[in-house]
């Protein structure tokens, strides 16, 4: 009994070890937002495309509270189902190689600091980002989303 408390104790501490929720690492002076995130792909560059994506859309529709709860976020679109309401906009925006690459100012790419884990079919990479939040904002406003 004691081995298989174990054996189901070190399963879950091995499946935490590739969580693929968004998490805050530190704010920066000018407002913007470092984070590591996730994306999933065919391979390891359609997945850190999908890392990209994903930091912005949670910057812009989930908020971000995972991590150093110190800078929690508040999604910067408040409105219920805005991702559905501008639907056109937001589709142009986060298509592949799309706007939504402007306000990712960089990325880590020092050795070590992409994560990647593969299944038969697929390549899951975590890597860090920095989402530029006030550009985002100020985008948002110019463009009457805000």
């Known amino acids: 009994m004691k081995k298989i408390v174990l ?3 070190a399963l879950l501490l091995a499946a935490g070890a590739f969580a693929q929720e968004t ?3 530190s ?4 407002g913007s937002l ?3 995130v996730w994306g999933t792909g065919r391979n390891r560059t359609d997945a850190i495309e999908q890392a990209r ?4 859309y949670d910057v812009l529709f989930k908020g971000v509270t995972r991590g150093n709860t ?3 976020m508040r999604p910067i679109m408040t409105e219920v189902n805005a991702r559905q309401r501008y639907q056109d906009y937001f589709d142009i925006f986060f298509m592949d190689r ?3 690459r402007k306000y990712i100012s960089m990325e880590d790419k020092r050795a070590g600091s992409t994560r990647i884990k593969r299944n038969y079919r697929d390549v899951t990479v975590g890597t860090t980002v920095r989402v530029l939040v006030p550009q985002l904002r100020a985008r948002l406003k110019e463009d009457g989303l805000l």
């Not at 994506?53 to 912005?56: L, N």
Request: hydrophobic share 35%.
């Open 53 to 56: 994506k994903q930091a912005v």
């Open 7 to 9: 054996a189901m104790l």
């Open 98 to 100: 799309g706007e939504y």
């Open 23 to 25: 998490e805050c690492i």
């Open 27 to 30: 704010k920066e002076l000018d």
């Open 34 to 36: 470092t984070l590591r």
């Open 70 to 72: 110190d800078y929690n």
